[in-house]
């Protein structure tokens, strides 16, 4: 036994050894797929419209009002698409005791659509988890009275939330995509209903992550749209709701939740798209409507929620979460010919970098909230220079973070909203950061959707309710 037993010996040692190497080298999760937030309920193609909806279906009146002329922050990010507030009303710079500012509020549905205003009326595409049904919903902004509700029945899962665009609103027309691409047009008026269409069904787009997150636009009364699918934007007549030129899509780029944003350069005007694949701006007038006039492929994230923002001199800011950073794009053009390179790209450490909210161009300078992955400027506001922005100038500091919220900038003065319903008031510039006051208007959770503000009045919203606030200085 002892003769064999120096071989045992080796062969238990060399055993062990084995043992040790393979459980250093065995991996766990190695037939694990990378997980991006959305996945598990993201559907494709003809599956996303399965259901057949028949858009505007159900209607009920309220009550009717006359017009409010003056108070209108008629889409998203405001009537000049840059979320900046430039009527002449001087706003208070502390609340002090948010009851006595708080107009009305109202429950809603989860989620984080937002409102748009047209001469003193409010109107938000909510989603009715009872009936199981979008609703346009117009109300009076001075007494949150609900004055009509157009709606469609389209059965909808949670998924951080249900509803999460804003209308678009004219003298006229009233434009809404509800969450599973579903386009409808009403009367801004009555809310009689004029035409609607599933870009799933009609369009084979593909509902984004997080269900739709795009907000439309009427451009003389063209309503257009994202597609992503077998064409990548139409413009739709908003009178007929016939198409009134298409996009192709020959990449086949996919719908993501940034919104179209108009940019006029060398005196040609265009829409610039954010889309799953690349950035892109399409022509929106002149001989061939809907052309795709530059193209880039050097920014092109899995998930896209802040929509491009156009700045002096054809530069364009993009951003996006989950690692992806930014871009400053250069778009240069001459004789109806454009070009695109890149200034800079940068990972969230490296600069500014916005996961969800879009950041406000203002003076030359871009303002945002730096996203979670930031490192130790993580969720601080801050400012960096529109040609640079890698230098960050201003932040707010430690102790001032602000998470998704949303900003918007009036009276020269940024209304800064954090993930739990508290306000913050404050100055802000290349100089410095300054808190005026911070109050909490609303005991929620998941505070996102865009502020609104006109003459006087601020709507903001969490998850499940909608405030509005008269913020009127006392002359």
């Not at 269409?197 to 509902?207: K, P």
């Not at 309503?223 to 739709?236: P, T």
């Not at 390179?341 to 879009?358: D, F, I, M, N, R």
Request: proline fraction near 5%; charged fraction near 20%; include cysteine.
């Amino acid at each position: 036994m002892k003769k064999y037993q120096g071989y045992i010996l080796a062969f238990l040692v060399i055993l062990g050894l084995g043992l040790m190497a393979a459980w250093f080298l065995y991996d766990p999760v190695s037939s694990f797929s990378l997980s991006v937030p959305g996945m598990d309920n993201r559907k494709k193609g003809p599956a996303a419209s399965a259901e057949k909806v028949a858009i505007g279906e159900d209607f009920i009146l309220f009550k009717s009002i006359p017009d409010v002329p003056g108070t209108n922050w008629p889409r998203f990010r405001g009537g000049q698409f840059d979320n900046i507030n430039k009527e002449n009303v001087r706003l208070v710079s502390k609340l002090g005791d948010p009851a006595a500012h708080i107009l009305w509020k109202l429950g809603l549905g989860e989620g984080h659509a937002a409102p748009a205003v047209y001469d003193g009326r409010v109107y938000l595409l909510d989603y009715d988890e009872v009936k199981k049904e979008d609703a346009l919903r117009c109300f009076s902004l001075l007494k949150g009275e609900e004055l009509w509700r157009r709606g469609y029945h389209v059965h909808l899962k949670r998924n951080h939330g249900l509803s999460r665009t804003i209308p678009a609103v004219t003298k006229d027309y009233v434009l809404t995509i509800g969450p599973r691409c579903q386009v409808m047009c009403c009367s801004r008026s009555s809310g009689a209903f004029l035409w609607g269409f599933d870009l799933g069904r009609e369009f084979q787009a593909e509902v984004p992550f997080w269900y739709t997150g795009q907000c439309p636009l009427i451009d003389n009364d063209t309503a257009v749209i994202a597609v992503g699918g077998k064409s990548l934007v139409i413009g739709v007549d908003c009178k007929t709701g016939k198409k009134a030129w298409e996009t192709p899509n020959p990449h086949n780029w996919k719908m993501s939740h940034a919104s179209l944003i108009p940019m006029t350069l060398a005196g040609q005007k265009m829409y610039v798209y954010c889309a799953i694949g690349g950035v892109c701006g399409i022509a929106a007038g002149g001989p061939g409507p809907g052309k795709i006039l530059w193209e880039t492929t050097a920014f092109a994230p899995s998930v896209v929620a802040p929509s491009p923002v156009v700045m002096d001199e054809g530069r364009i800011f993009v951003s996006a979460g989950y690692g992806a950073g930014s871009a400053l794009l250069q778009v240069t053009g001459s004789n109806g010919k454009f070009t695109v390179k890149v200034l800079q790209k940068l990972k969230p450490q490296e600069g500014l970098a916005s996961e969800q909210q879009t950041p406000v161009y203002y003076g030359g300078y871009l303002y945002g909230i730096l996203p979670k992955d930031a490192g130790a400027l993580r969720n601080q506001f801050v400012c960096c220079k529109g040609n640079d922005c890698k230098s960050i100038l201003m932040n707010s500091g430690k102790t001032e973070r602000f998470g998704l919220g949303p900003y918007i900038f009036a009276d020269g003065k940024f209304f800064i909203l954090n993930d739990d319903g508290e306000l913050t008031i404050a100055k802000a510039s290349p100089a410095g950061f300054t808190v005026l006051d911070k109050t909490r208007i609303i005991d929620g959770q998941d505070s996102w959707g865009p502020i609104a503000i006109t003459g006087g009045y601020l709507l903001m919203r969490d998850s499940k309710t909608l405030v509005c606030l008269d913020i009127r200085a006392k002359q």
